[in-house]
């Protein structure tokens, strides 16, 4: 079993549609949580760091649920320019950060 | 915007060449890392650095080599590059310290790498 799985994609969503991914993770002991964007052979960039419950920034909204060891991102309102690959990472209690393999995301006019 | 830097950014090299990816940051951090991504997958750490001098391979096994001898730079050697070796290479560096915002980390815009 992989430490970070999310969703398999790819999301082909209108704009303007509400869409949510979801990720599970098996570290019990991970404390950070994270949403990184990466559009196509680009780096990846923080979206989002998930410390308690969940957080909002704007369109996106975070969950955390630390006893279904699950985490999920809500995009409102999508635009054509949320169109990437959107990773979910999680610490391990070595300190290092472990990645999902993605999310695809297509947003269509 | 993260001022963190890689070049080359695109390299083409014939098999048995020497190569150094270069990798710098300019934020201080003290904890610094290279990843190794094929086109549509995961990330897969493969060495990182928590300060001068500290070394560890990472979870995926490889062939290459790191070296911290400054703390703003991280740069990885392969001896002798090998097609199996094509792939695009990330390098991060984060802030080290505890407390929120001290883990995440932040990319250079990555080299991507074609041995013929």
């Known amino acids: 079993r992989k430490e970070v799985e999310q969703d398999p994609g790819p999301f082909n969503v209108p704009e303007g549609a509400t869409v949510a991914f979801n990720c599970t993770y098996s570290?019990?002991?991970?404390?950070?949580f994270f949403w990184y964007r990466q559009d196509c052979r680009k780096e990846p960039k923080l979206l989002m760091s998930v410390y308690s419950s969940g957080n909002e920034d704007g369109r996106f909204t975070a969950q955390l649920n630390r006893a279904s060891q699950y985490i999920s991102l809500l995009i409102r309102d999508s635009k054509l320019s949320d169109s990437a690959t959107y990773l979910c990472?999680?610490?391990?209690?070595?300190?290092?950060?472990?990645f999902g393999q993605g999310t695809e995301l297509s947003v269509k006019p | 915007e993260a001022d963190i830097y890689q070049t080359p950014r695109y390299l083409v090299i014939g098999t048995g060449k020497k190569i150094t990816l270069e990798c710098s940051q300019t934020m201080g951090h003290d904890k610094m890392y290279w990843y190794q991504q094929d086109p549509g997958m995961e990330l897969h750490l493969i060495h990182y650095?928590?300060?001068?001098?500290?070394?560890e391979k990472g979870d995926l096994s490889s062939e290459s080599t790191v070296s911290r001898i400054r703390t703003e730079h991280f740069p990885l050697t392969l001896e002798s590059a090998r097609p199996s070796h094509t792939s695009q290479y990330l390098c991060?560096?984060?802030?080290?310290?505890?407390?929120?915002?001290?883990?995440?980390?932040?990319f250079g815009p990555g080299t991507r790498l074609l041995v013929l």
């Open positions: 990472v999680v610490n391990n209690q070595g300190g290092k950060l472990i």
């Open positions: 991060a560096s984060s802030l080290g310290a505890s407390g929120r915002g001290s883990e995440t980390q932040y």
């Open positions: 570290n019990s002991a991970s404390q950070s």
């Open positions: 650095s928590y300060g001068v001098n500290s070394t």
